[in-house]
């Protein structure tokens, strides 16, 4: 069987929307177009009735108790913006306190950061080399100020899985409410927020084979009842949480992707996890000196392998193996000039966090394409060590360490 | 980000990769940069002491495409030229020949360096086999 290039393995930063998604969706802009906060006419109930039914999916998906605890918004960044920013305005009289981690999307961050800015005090948690936090850490940086924890389920350059459900329990015990930003890891690893304790979660459709540019909150009605500052004046919409007319046909792509992953999940992460296995298999006994960032299973996204080829750019072995879609934490491909965020707080050397590749396998890949992939980056890594000087030293038993480099 | 044609050329085909003596007193080696700051180049040119004319050149690069084209282009103009005229070859060379975007200027900024580097070491060491001649 031949296969079709270029190859996506980017999964992270996007899925192509199953073609379900799309058959689901198409009624919507044409002949059942009505706003679904039109009351009084038919069109508005059609919109209305499938924007309460991917509601009630969805809160099925993530083990919510009604689809009423979920708000739909653009997409993940609103989300975690209309979360962090909500919770701290309305929740300002009684705390000023944030704790978060480094690791964290720059969504989440940067809210963090905006917040500092307005007189916030925020934590930001270290993770360990596997990049973990520590629940014990944040159980240690909450104060009597303390109003929101926010930590994601999954990481979306390493993989690693943090422990929300230990996470979630120390926010119920001090009274601290819950954020989750959990787009990587929704349908691909675990996730129950009555079970973990998690009282916002940020969900975003284009990471689960869905479309671009809509995403829900989910916000806990009960026990406790989280309250909001809404982010965006208008009609309010959304309960009053988030106004603006709805987006009924990518709420319908939502539904449906939720749905396909509510009856196909089990299979979907057997499949990513197999062809991981399968890759990273082939790159570890075929090569020497690389090394596996982020945690290993259960505590890692099924589809997500990040791996350092020490010696080798990543900028470089991406140009090498341009016809597969590939992301690298090296500085080169990042507009900042900065090596990854993310494996410079795990504590990974820069120099191996400029090594870094990441393959993110979804759920239309193949054995034909991952086979492809291994062999082409064996062969590649392989042609530019032989062009590294770095590796010829390390070859001859020099230190790299001992040697006086100087930064440029 | 889109690369030139002929970053590609050399980043496929680079020219000229590989290891001289660096032991031999004719050979200068020049290993600039730094792992941490994702690029590390090594280069080596064989000098014919008597006229002066780099006669051999290597090179070995970590780095970027840009890195590894920007030095494999170095050591194809160094060849056959004196180690003076090598001396005044300049980044912006580099720049304009690979049509190098802005975020890229630093690696030829290093293969300069690499350049010069080598030469100085070339340089050291005459000086050294001269004193060494004089006793």
């Given at each position: 069987m031949s296969i079709k290039l270029?190859?996506?393995?980017?999964n992270h930063a996007t899925t192509p929307m199953d073609p379900r998604v799309l058959q689901a969706m198409l009624p919507f802009f044409t002949?059942?177009?009505?706003?679904?906060?039109?009351?009084?006419?038919s069109f508005g109930w059609e919109a209305e009735e499938v924007v309460e039914d991917a509601r009630d999916t969805l809160a099925q998906l993530i083990g919510?108790?009604?689809?009423?605890e979920i708000i739909w918004t653009s997409g993940a960044t609103e989300s975690d913006n209309l979360a962090i920013k909500g919770v701290a305005e309305f929740y300002r009289d009684k705390g000023d306190h944030i704790i978060t981690c480094k690791t964290e999307h720059k969504a989440v961050l940067d809210t963090c950061k905006r917040l500092e800015r307005q007189g916030f005090r925020v934590t930001y948690l270290d993770v360990d080399q596997r990049g973990r936090v520590d629940p014990d850490d944040i159980k240690r940086a909450i104060?009597?100020?303390?109003i929101l924890i926010s930590i994601m389920?999954?990481?979306?350059?390493?993989?690693t899985v943090q422990p929300i459900a230990e996470i979630g329990k120390i926010a119920k015990e001090r009274g601290v409410i819950f954020h989750c930003d959990s787009v990587q890891g929704v349908g691909r690893v675990p996730f129950d927020v009555e079970k973990m304790g998690v009282d916002l979660a940020s969900i975003s459709a284009h990471k689960m084979y869905g479309p671009k540019g809509v995403g829900a909150l989910y916000v806990r009605?009960?026990?406790?009842?989280v309250r909001l500052v809404a982010q965006m004046d208008g009609g309010g919409h959304e309960r009053g949480m988030r106004s603006g007319t709805l987006n009924v046909p990518s709420i319908a792509g939502l539904g449906k992707a939720a749905d396909i992953l509510l009856k196909e999940g089990e299979q979907d992460r057997a499949h990513s996890f197999n062809l991981r296995q399968r890759l990273r298999a082939k790159l570890f006994s075929e090569l020497d000196e690389i090394y596996l960032n982020g945690m290993d299973d259960p505590w890692r996204h099924p589809g997500n392998l990040n791996v350092s080829f020490s010696f080798v750019e990543g900028e470089a072995m991406m140009m090498a193996i341009k016809e597969v879609a590939v992301s690298s934490?090296?500085?080169?491909?990042s507009a900042s000039l900065e090596p990854s965020y993310v494996l410079r707080a795990m504590g990974v050397g820069e120099e191996l966090a400029h090594s870094s590749i990441r393959f993110g396998i979804g759920r239309f890949n193949t054995e034909e394409e991952i086979d492809y992939v291994g062999a082409r980056v064996v062969e590649q890594v392989k042609r530019l060590r032989d062009m590294s000087p770095l590796y010829e030293m390390h070859r001859e038993g020099i230190?790299?360490?001992?040697i006086h480099w100087q930064a440029h | 980000m889109a690369y030139s044609d002929k970053v590609i050329d050399h980043y496929e085909?680079?020219?000229?990769?590989g290891t001289l003596?660096?032991?031999?007193?004719n050979v200068g080696t020049g290993l600039v940069g730094a792992p941490a700051c994702g690029d590390v180049m090594r280069l080596q040119l064989r000098v014919?002491?008597?006229?002066?004319?780099?006669?051999d050149a290597k090179f070995k690069t970590f780095g970027c495409g840009s890195a590894i084209a920007s030095s494999s282009l170095a050591t194809e103009w160094i060849k056959g030229r004196t180690i003076d005229e090598a001396m005044a070859l300049t980044n912006t060379d580099i720049v304009q020949e690979l049509n190098l975007p802005p975020v890229k200027i630093h690696c030829s900024v290093l293969a300069e360096d690499a350049v010069k580097s080598a030469i100085a070491d070339f340089r050291r060491k005459q000086g050294e086999k001269r004193a060494e001649q004089e006793k």
């Amino acid at each position: 069987m031949s296969i079709k290039l270029p190859i996506y393995l980017d999964n992270h930063a996007t899925t192509p929307m199953d073609p379900r998604v799309l058959q689901a969706m198409l009624p919507f802009f044409t002949e059942k177009f009505g706003n679904a906060a039109s009351r009084n006419h038919s069109f508005g109930w059609e919109a209305e009735e499938v924007v309460e039914d991917a509601r009630d999916t969805l809160a099925q998906l993530i083990g919510a108790k009604s689809g009423k605890e979920i708000i739909w918004t653009s997409g993940a960044t609103e989300s975690d913006n209309l979360a962090i920013k909500g919770v701290a305005e309305f929740y300002r009289d009684k705390g000023d306190h944030i704790i978060t981690c480094k690791t964290e999307h720059k969504a989440v961050l940067d809210t963090c950061k905006r917040l500092e800015r307005q007189g916030f005090r925020v934590t930001y948690l270290d993770v360990d080399q596997r990049g973990r936090v520590d629940p014990d850490d944040i159980k240690r940086a909450i104060d009597d100020k303390t109003i929101l924890i926010s930590i994601m389920l999954c990481n979306n350059e390493i993989g690693t899985v943090q422990p929300i459900a230990e996470i979630g329990k120390i926010a119920k015990e001090r009274g601290v409410i819950f954020h989750c930003d959990s787009v990587q890891g929704v349908g691909r690893v675990p996730f129950d927020v009555e079970k973990m304790g998690v009282d916002l979660a940020s969900i975003s459709a284009h990471k689960m084979y869905g479309p671009k540019g809509v995403g829900a909150l989910y916000v806990r009605r009960n026990k406790p009842r989280v309250r909001l500052v809404a982010q965006m004046d208008g009609g309010g919409h959304e309960r009053g949480m988030r106004s603006g007319t709805l987006n009924v046909p990518s709420i319908a792509g939502l539904g449906k992707a939720a749905d396909i992953l509510l009856k196909e999940g089990e299979q979907d992460r057997a499949h990513s996890f197999n062809l991981r296995q399968r890759l990273r298999a082939k790159l570890f006994s075929e090569l020497d000196e690389i090394y596996l960032n982020g945690m290993d299973d259960p505590w890692r996204h099924p589809g997500n392998l990040n791996v350092s080829f020490s010696f080798v750019e990543g900028e470089a072995m991406m140009m090498a193996i341009k016809e597969v879609a590939v992301s690298s934490g090296s500085a080169c491909t990042s507009a900042s000039l900065e090596p990854s965020y993310v494996l410079r707080a795990m504590g990974v050397g820069e120099e191996l966090a400029h090594s870094s590749i990441r393959f993110g396998i979804g759920r239309f890949n193949t054995e034909e394409e991952i086979d492809y992939v291994g062999a082409r980056v064996v062969e590649q890594v392989k042609r530019l060590r032989d062009m590294s000087p770095l590796y010829e030293m390390h070859r001859e038993g020099i230190d790299l360490k001992s040697i006086h480099w100087q930064a440029h | 980000m889109a690369y030139s044609d002929k970053v590609i050329d050399h980043y496929e085909n680079p020219r000229n990769v590989g290891t001289l003596d660096k032991e031999d007193p004719n050979v200068g080696t020049g290993l600039v940069g730094a792992p941490a700051c994702g690029d590390v180049m090594r280069l080596q040119l064989r000098v014919n002491p008597e006229t002066g004319v780099i006669e051999d050149a290597k090179f070995k690069t970590f780095g970027c495409g840009s890195a590894i084209a920007s030095s494999s282009l170095a050591t194809e103009w160094i060849k056959g030229r004196t180690i003076d005229e090598a001396m005044a070859l300049t980044n912006t060379d580099i720049v304009q020949e690979l049509n190098l975007p802005p975020v890229k200027i630093h690696c030829s900024v290093l293969a300069e360096d690499a350049v010069k580097s080598a030469i100085a070491d070339f340089r050291r060491k005459q000086g050294e086999k001269r004193a060494e001649q004089e006793k």
